[in-house]
């Protein structure tokens, strides 16, 4: 079987990720306070409350929006040249 990727494919998508990843944590400079803080123990949870109440409601607007889309879209869309599209019988 083929690889759906080739290497040189699949570098350029490392690359590509690896350069974004790298953007996001270096676009913040460190505080002072950030710094010196201790760190945080093993028992702390990875994701706090309110990264996940905004991870939930991002994911909300976006499956708002998405079915919006869709079914708006589906209800505009009827009618409107749904036929033949130009393709000579």
């Known amino acids: 079987q083929d690889s759906p990727l080739k290497a ?3 570098l350029w998508v490392n690359l590509i ?5 790298s953007l ?3 676009t913040e400079p460190p505080t002072e306070a950030l710094l010196l803080r201790r ?3 093993r028992d702390h949870p990875l994701v706090s409350g309110t990264m996940l109440r905004n991870i939930l409601g991002h994911a909300a607007y976006q499956l708002l929006v998405i ?3 869709l079914f708006a879209g589906q ?6 040249g749904t036929g033949d599209r130009g393709q000579g019988t």
């Open 8 to 10: 040189v494919q699949m």
């Open 17 to 21: 990720m690896d350069t974004l990843a």
């Open 24 to 26: 996001a944590l270096a």
């Open 39 to 41: 760190p945080y123990g």
């Open 67 to 69: 079915f919006t889309l």
């Open 75 to 80: 209800s505009r869309g009827q009618g409107q």
